[in-house]
């Protein structure tokens, strides 16, 4: 560990947090902000590359009573796992620690919330808004003047296009596309591939090209 740079604690060890140590921390072409104190999960991560190079800490309560005041991350795609998480750690005395990848674009005027993860390959545009706990995943593009709301998550390779309003817990797939000025309510979920041309209300999934409603009997 780099002791000129502040240590954090990378809460989950599942498909995407190991994709955040790869893209962060052990394949980053510069130094990254933080050092990598270890992760938190409930078992010990079987990926070799995981067990050679970060520490495994213990479970989330083990975690909890040892390493109260120290930053986190939450590496874990789910928004309601991801705010539950959050809650439970905030409580613990945990504070909250904010992933950027270097080799991401976020414009001057875009404001990043505390807990983001914007992963690589990322454009933030002019004045694009990230609430707390989003997580924008690879390949991703989000136009100017976008709002997302806390605990979203944007999956590889959405597009956002000017001025889409995007509620808390929120869910955008893999290549999907949001048509400008389009608002997705809280806890909406977007397939992957699916284009939105249309408002979508809160707790709704839309799939399709133009999407529409999901009602899970599809075929």
């Given at each position: 560990?780099?002791s000129?740079?502040p240590?954090?604690?990378l ?7 190991r994709?955040?140590?790869g ?15 270890g992760?938190a ?31 986190f991350?939450v ?5 309601h796992?991801r705010?539950r998480?959050?809650?439970e750690?905030?409580s613990?005395?945990l504070?909250?620690?904010t992933?950027?990848?270097d080799a991401s674009?976020?414009?001057?005027s ?7 993860v ?15 706990w989003?997580?924008v ?9 976008c709002?997302l709301?806390?605990?979203v ?7 956002l296009?000017?001025g889409v309003?995007?509620?808390d817990?929120?869910?955008i797939g893999?290549?999907?596309?949001v ?6 309510g ?6 992957a591939g ?6 979508v ?10 999407a529409?409603p ?6």
């Open positions: 560990m780099h000129d740079r240590a954090i604690i809460v989950g060890m599942g498909s995407f947090a994709e955040v140590v893209s962060f921390f052990q394949d980053s072409q510069t130094d990254p902000p933080f050092a990598l104190l992760y999960a409930p078992d010990l991560c079987e990926d070799p590359s995981i067990q050679q190079t970060v520490q495994w800490l213990g479970t989330d309560q083990a975690v909890h009573e040892s390493f109260a005041g120290s930053l991350s590496a874990i795609s789910d928004p796992s705010l998480l959050v809650q750690y905030v613990a005395g504070r909250p620690g992933l950027t990848h674009y976020v414009a001057r875009s404001m990043i919330s505390a807990g983001c914007i992963a690589r390959d990322v454009r933030l545009m002019n004045s694009v808004s990230l609430g707390e989003t997580h995943d690879r390949g991703s593009d989000i136009g100017h003047d709002k709301g806390a605990f998550t944007v999956h590889p390779r959405a597009t296009s000017g309003k995007v509620g817990l929120s869910t893999t290549g999907a596309v048509l400008p000025g389009v608002a997705l809280q806890g909406a979920v977007v397939g699916s284009v939105v041309t249309r408002d209300p809160e707790y709704m999934t839309v799939v399709g090209n133009p529409r999901f009602d899970g009997h599809r075929t």
